[in-house]
């Protein structure tokens, strides 16, 4: 079964630093997505791509955040200066439309 | 502010028994709905979605929508230990953006 896959599970950085997160969506998705997570809260909207372009942002996903489709199955979040409050479980989902989106395992991120 | 509220519970219900979870929305324009259960630790995993007012199964779940008292809920029968877990009402806004309740922790006794 087609799954979304993330890399690395778990990643450690240091305040200050920039961190890039990878995707793989399902091949035949054209729609990609970017979620967060911090520990016991609510899951949150980032972004939105579509075409080779955001869709949508919400108001967490400021100047520090970028995504990008670097080629054809790759699609990374960077997170430019990383923040304490920056540790969270990031979730990357896709899909064909409005429809449900499939999520991979997610990116535990840990800013110390 | 688009929002998607649900009881955060818990909400403890004997094994075999019917667990109801709930859902409101604020965005009246909104188009699609789905419930996903996440386990601790774990990315969330679709349950089902629902588009149409009324009912929809699959298998021993049954999703609920009522557009006009903008209402979403998730009906499990013969609930199992491995039902306990977290669930995620979710609401797509339209375009692009889904947005995601708080959850409901649900806990199944053997």
């Known amino acids: 079964e087609p799954e979304v896959t993330q890399t690395p599970s778990h990643q450690v950085t240091q305040m200050g630093q920039e961190v890039i997160l990878r995707c793989v969506p399902i091949s035949n998705h054209l729609y990609f997505y970017w979620y967060r997570q911090i520990l016991g809260q609510k899951v949150e909207f980032l972004v939105s791509f579509y075409n080779n372009e955001i869709s949508e942002k919400s108001e967490i996903f400021d100047d520090q955040f970028s995504v990008e489709r670097p080629d054809g199955s790759n699609f990374t979040l960077k997170i430019r200066s990383t923040k304490l409050e920056d540790s969270a479980m990031y979730f990357c989902a896709s899909n064909s439309g409005a429809t449900e989106a499939f999520f991979g395992q997610g990116t535990r991120l840990t800013v110390v | 502010q688009k929002e998607v509220e649900q009881n955060s519970g818990p909400l403890s219900v004997p094994e075999g028994a019917i667990a109801s979870l709930n859902c409101t929305y604020s965005?009246?324009?909104?188009?699609?709905f789905f419930w996903y259960r996440q386990y601790s630790g774990k990315s969330p995993e679709l349950i089902m979605f629902i588009y149409s007012n009324g009912d929809k199964e699959d298998g021993r779940f049954t999703a609920q929508l009522n557009k006009a008292s903008q209402y979403v809920s998730l009906l499990i029968r013969d609930s199992q230990p491995s039902d306990s877990a977290t669930y995620l009402c979710?609401?797509?806004?339209?375009?692009?953006?889904?947005?995601f309740g708080a959850g409901t922790r649900l806990f199944v006794k053997a």
């Open positions: 979710a609401v797509n806004t339209g375009g692009f953006k889904t947005i």
């Open positions: 965005d009246r324009g909104s188009q699609s």
